[in-house]
């Protein structure tokens, strides 16, 4: 990381709160030698001794033989303990109750960044409440979709307006989801970025700091040449190495062995990015998919066997305290924009439903006591997953 230099003092002298009043140099015949000989010699003393108390000359100590030998055990002493300071210690991050296979995931329409947002500064800061909230409740998976109902109709009319919110709400998931160590390899200046500064934080157990040992790590391969196997980079005081050939700047999810951890030269075995949640129950972040209709979100998913649950949120849906969902696997929660869904399934002409319910398994109204006339999209996705918590954790299969 590079250094501020800015902060230097330009050569002037600076003062310090300890500093002596030297108000007793200005009195008149301040400077007259002193009749005491020992406390005249014992002021240097202290300041080079530590402040001993004999009367000897501050010299004496260095002439005589046991004098050298105690300050030649001192200084190496001092470099054993400075050497400790070195030393790793880590603090164990606690393990989860059971391991977890089934996956929450959301879709949100990147039309809400045209609708109720005029700058990029606001944006931004939208979208990471949007990451907050997937953190928050564990979710896997967000998927950015586009609804076609742009308000505006030089956004609805030119696709590349259109694509750059789309691309910059995934972007902005994306770098949200990173851990910070590694940002610095995956992503490059870009103007979507430019606004990072209003982000909060996410402090998912993914985003481990160097002093934090969890036996999975994110990692990025390094651009070091080897034959057999690669250095990659996991956010602890020293690169480790796996026993891949991989392609620099790839990013991968490791596990380190528990031996490891006493380790000089550590090294780990790439995995999965499932296999966190799926054999130790950790939440390793959301992945980020780009749906460019309704249909698409619905069919264009990771799963082999597709959703298993889908739900649709809107105030005109069924009241949630009145709803159970059934087991499953892979559930998705879609949200839509200022129109709501029912102006997005209106708008994808692939879709053969023609009503909400005929698309989801179930059409709930996570909010039944809402009172304001409407309810801005990253709202809604905190209060629905805050809702839906309880009903459908019991619910996912394992």
Known sequence: ???NYNDRSGGKHMTFDDDHDNSEYNARDSFKRKNNEEDRFAFGKRQRFGGQNDNKPRFENWNSEAGRMNNWNSNKNKKWQ???QFEEY???VPRPEKPRKYTISIAVPASILEETCKKDELRTYVVGQLARAANIYSVDEIIVYDDKCWRKKNVAGTGSDRQNLIEMMRMLLEYQECPQYLRKYLFSFH???GKVGVLNALNAPHHL???QWCEYREGVVLDRRNKS???VDVGLSSEITIDKKLDAGVRVTVRL???????TKRFGVVVSPDEPREKCGYYWGYTVRVAHSL???MTGGRFQNGYDLLIGTSDKGEDIKKTEYPKFYHALIVFGGVEGLESAIEADDQLEATEPHHLFDFYTNTCPMQQARTIRTEEAVLISLCALQDKLLPKGKN
């Open 1 to 3: 990381m590079a250094h």
């Open 209 to 211: 700091l160097s002093k």
């Open 191 to 193: 103007r979507f970025l």
């Open 257 to 263: 062995p528990p031996e490891t951890k006493d380790l």
């Open 82 to 84: 400075d050497a400790e």
């Open 295 to 297: 249909t698409e979100v």
């Open 90 to 92: 880590f603090e164990d």
């Open 229 to 231: 196997l690669s250095y």
